[in-house]
């Protein structure tokens, strides 16, 4: 069975940091591209930050660039997005999915899903 498994998530005051994971199941995440999205109460849910499976180039939202950090660990075949000066407004629910062809913003694009962690940021 073919399954991410986010986790990280957590509470922490603005300016904190957090690092979440995916973790894969059932297949190899170095051959996908990787997106981390997330949505908050009442929003759409919007890409955030994605790695690409060939060559590791990666891609962030203007919102969170140079904050964030996506990275991927083969071995361990697990994804990262480390989150560093968080702010109240990257208060949402993130998500990590997977998909075979490139790095993408498109929530249709991707084919697995996580089931999600929740990042609550506090002024």
């Known amino acids: 069975q073919l399954q991410l498994v986010e986790s990280g998530g957590g509470l922490v005051q603005s300016g904190g940091s957090l690092r979440l994971s995916c973790a894969a199941s059932g297949f190899t995440l170095d051959y996908y591209a990787i997106g981390w999205f997330r949505q908050a109460p009442g929003k759409a849910r919007e890409g955030v930050s994605c790695i690409s499976s060939s060559d590791d180039i990666t891609n962030y939202a203007d919102s969170v660039k140079g904050r964030f950090t996506i990275s991927r660990d083969n071995a361990k075949n697990t994804v990262y997005l480390q989150m560093n000066s968080l702010k109240p407004e990257d208060t949402a629910f993130y998500y990590c999915?997977?998909?075979?062809?490139?790095?993408?913003?498109?929530?249709?694009?991707?084919?697995?899903w996580g089931q999600g962690t929740q990042v609550t940021v506090s002024p």
């Open positions: 999915a997977a998909q075979k062809y490139y790095c993408s913003y498109y929530v249709s694009d991707y084919d697995y």
